[in-house]
């Protein structure tokens, strides 16, 4: 089952995708990643998906990596006595923590902790962007604020508070819950939702352990001012573009949207670009020609993976969707301008990484260019080794070779990564006929071919990258 792209692709299941046959298309249409959305379902319905999952790895024999997607806190109105109201603008317009039902004059909101920010200028933004307020007076159980994008409001409708770090865990009640079971199912990522700093990984870090890798998900421009250090301390992230362009101007989305990628790809950490990709595909069988060349663009800047949702959740053609990312991935990276851009967006890697595995992956991507290698096997417990190796963006695919399923199915999401799960090796001269049989058996390699194999000595010890062989299958 090899994949003739580098670029991964995420999709998300729902009920569009629930049944077992269409699981089984998604993933032979090009699925190398499936996110559960805790946002939506029940603990059954995640339970009864990830069986379909696994019993589907079994059947092809090919790690398959699960993502579970956790909600965050939701910062939501109250409701209203008389159903949905209509906010005028120049009004004014009252929010406090009464639980009492709200008119067109007042609101609940439940969120002692946005009161706690606020000040006057602030402004508030209602139902994903649609309704703007500025607070004119506040307390720090109430905000009087006069509407300056009016229009209709209904209950439980979203709020953001844009330009401030609000005083919330990235981990809600729901949230720990969620996360307990994602761990019992043996989710091999966990997305946290509204990452604001550095802390809120840590925090979930020490309740994850080494059980799941944790993807954070980029959608408070808070986030984008600690950016470096939320990389760093993230195993990869995700840019969630639905709320990061409802707290921030969308002119201002493309532009970060690089940058994250960028810093990403310098620290080598693996990002996905999510949101609204092909979003016209959820209600019509092709998508706009802005969306192929949005879901290009990302391609073309190096990110690892590309993410559907509702056009794999719930909309009328998740196979036809992610057979339509399939292809422009694919048309993309036949593009010889590809290759250029590519190798002109490297960046060696910052001071601190600069250590003997980065040393060798820089040798083998040179290796790999001189020799025209048919392939890259690298041996990994941890999987370090071939993140390290992906971050090259070497020209030859990566063949991740471990004895721990778990790292075969974190390995899915990266760029260029191909994850093999078999036996260990215990010598050089094993490693070789094993790399050679690998190579061949996946169908990266004729005899006669070149390939280049990286490991770490001793064997079977993680972070000891350090063994750069070349070999003649």
């Not at 009087?144 to 844009?162: D, I, M, W, Y």
């Not at 083998?364 to 290698?373: G, K």
């Not at 999987?383 to 070497?394: I, Q």
């Amino acid at each position: 089952m090899r994949r003739t792209r580098n670029a991964k692709i995420v999709a998300t299941l729902g009920p569009a995708s629930s049944d077992p046959a269409v699981v089984r298309q998604l993933f032979l249409e090009g699925v190398d990643l499936f996110r559960l959305n805790f946002s939506h379902g029940s603990a059954d319905d995640h339970r009864a998906r990830v069986r379909i999952l696994r019993d589907l790895e079994a059947e092809v024999g090919r790690p398959i990596g699960i993502l579970a997607d956790l909600q965050g806190p939701k910062l939501r109105v109250g409701a209203f006595r008389d159903g949905p109201v209509t906010l005028s603008a120049g009004q004014s317009f009252r929010l406090d923590l009464d639980s009492a039902p709200g008119d067109t004059g007042r609101a609940g909101l439940p969120h002692p902790e946005i009161f706690a920010v606020l000040a006057p200028g602030s402004e508030l933004l209602l139902d994903d962007g649609r309704l703007r307020l500025v607070v004119e007076r506040c307390g720090k159980d109430f905000a009087e604020t006069r509407v300056l994008v009016g229009g209709a409001l209904s209950a439980n409708k979203g709020v953001n508070v844009p330009g401030v770090v609000l005083p919330l865990t990235a981990l809600t009640r729901k949230d720990r819950q969620d996360l307990d079971l994602a761990l019992e199912m043996g989710a091999d990522w966990i997305a946290l939702s509204f990452v604001q700093r550095p802390e809120d990984i840590a925090e979930a870090r020490a309740i994850i352990g080494n059980r799941a890798a944790i993807m954070s998900k980029l959608e408070k421009p808070a986030a984008v001012d600690r950016l470096e250090e939320i990389v760093a301390a993230s195993d990869a992230v995700m840019v969630a573009r639905g709320d990061l362009g409802v707290e921030l101007p969308a002119e201002r989305v493309p532009a970060l949207q690089k940058r994250i990628v960028r810093s990403c790809r310098r620290l080598g950490k693996p990002v996905v670009i999510a949101t609204q990709m092909l979003e016209s595909m959820v209600e019509r069988p092709v998508p706009t020609r802005a969306e192929a060349s949005d879901v290009a663009t990302a391609i073309y800047d190096g990110a690892d993976a590309v993410m559907l949702s509702a056009e794999s959740a719930s909309g009328k053609f998740p196979v036809a969707a992610v057979g339509m990312m399939n292809r422009i991935i694919e048309q993309v990276e036949a593009d010889p301008l590809y290759r250029q851009l590519i190798d002109a967006s490297y960046e060696s890697p910052p001071a601190g990484q600069l250590d003997t595995g980065a040393a060798v992956c820089g040798a083998m991507r040179r290796v790999v260019s001189l020799l025209h290698a048919a392939a890259i096997v690298c041996y990994t417990r941890s999987g370090h080794t071939s993140l390290v190796a992906a971050r090259e963006r070497p020209e030859s695919p990566v063949l991740s070779v471990t004895p721990i399923l778990a790292t075969a199915r974190r390995m899915a999401v990266v760029w260029g990564v191909h994850s093999v799960h078999a036996a260990d090796v215990s010598d050089v001269t094993e490693m070789t006929a094993v790399a050679c049989e690998v190579a061949v058996r996946e169908k990266f390699a004729q005899r006669g071919q070149t390939i280049v194999a990286v490991a770490g000595m001793p064997f079977g010890v993680p972070g000891t990258t350090n063994l750069l062989r070349v070999a003649t299958v």
